[in-house]
Nanobody, 123 residues
């Protein structure tokens, strides 16, 4: 397992953009699939995006498809999630998670979670 820390949240106006970062201080994320999830009070946690640990395959939920990009930086120490054209529905606590997926799976088996970062999309 790795200890994860998210950053980059805050208050953003509708239509704006943000970049969330997921780091493992003192460790690297290469070898792990990294997922981003968001939680809104009263709703189930939603998987937003994921990048695999092989060939960096990516997945996006329909709610952010076309507006989001997930990528590892060149140092393999950070995974970023960028979301553009933000909507009020993007508001929530965003968590990153790391795991080693089952064989033939792109993502999954997330065993390490960060504490989460609040994103609020509002005027």
């Amino acid at each position: 397992q790795v200890q994860l820390v998210e950053s980059g949240g805050g208050l953003v106006q509708p239509g704006g953009s943000l970049r969330l970062s997921c780091e493992a201080p003192g460790d690297i994320l290469d070898g792990y699939a990294i997922g981003w999830f968001r939680q809104v009070p009263g709703k189930e946690r939603e998987g937003v995006s994921c990048i695999s640990n092989s060939y960096d395959q990516t997945f996006y939920a329909d709610s952010v498809k076309g507006r989001a990009t997930i990528k590892r930086d060149d140092t393999k120490e950070t995974v970023h999630l960028e979301i553009n054209s933000l909507k009020s529905e993007d508001t929530g606590i965003y968590y990153c998670a790391a795991g080693i997926p089952p064989h033939h799976a792109m993502c999954g088996n997330f065993t390490s979670w960060g504490p989460g970062v609040q994103v609020t999309v509002s005027t």
